[in-house]
Nanobody
Framework: QVHLVESGGGLVQAGGSLRLSCLASGQTESANYMGWFRHTPGQERTFIAA???????YYADSVKGRFTISSDGAKNTVYLQMNSLKPEDTAVYFC????????????????WGQGTQVTVSS
């Protein structure tokens, strides 16, 4: 089992920044890839970004150039730096862990955190 805990969400004005953190514990060797997803009411959970080996990264087109995913292996922590935030970025953001190969679908991930709310005001 892998336990994931997100933190760092909050309220920010459009154009502002937030950094989300995801702390992994348990059988972290099962977390070959780490990803971030977001969910808004009435919509599906959508892929945001993923990282492998603390260096190989993937981004959804909607956040490319604005969001940056990174990791600190010594701390078992994955980060999502969010800049130039827009109201449409408002969502609950979830951290997830999956096995190889990397997936952009929620079905490709085995473990999930509880989520952290990000609200961007206009």
């Amino acid at each position: 089992q892998v336990h994931l805990v997100e933190s760092g969400g909050g309220l920010v004005q459009a154009g502002g920044s937030l950094r989300l953190s995801c702390l992994a514990s348990g059988q972290t060797e099962s977390a070959n890839y780490m990803g971030w997803f977001r969910h808004t009411p009435g919509q599906e959970r959508t892929f945001i970004a993923a990282i492998h080996d603390e260096s190989v990264t993937y981004y959804a087109d909607s956040v490319k150039g604005r969001f940056t995913i990174s990791s600190d292996g010594a701390k078992n922590t994955v980060y999502l730096q969010m800049n130039s935030l827009k109201p449409e970025d408002t969502a609950v953001y979830f951290c997830a862990a999956g096995q190889l190969p990397i997936s952009t679908s929620p079905l490709g991930y085995d473990y999930w955190g509880q989520g952290t709310q990000v609200t961007v005001s206009s």
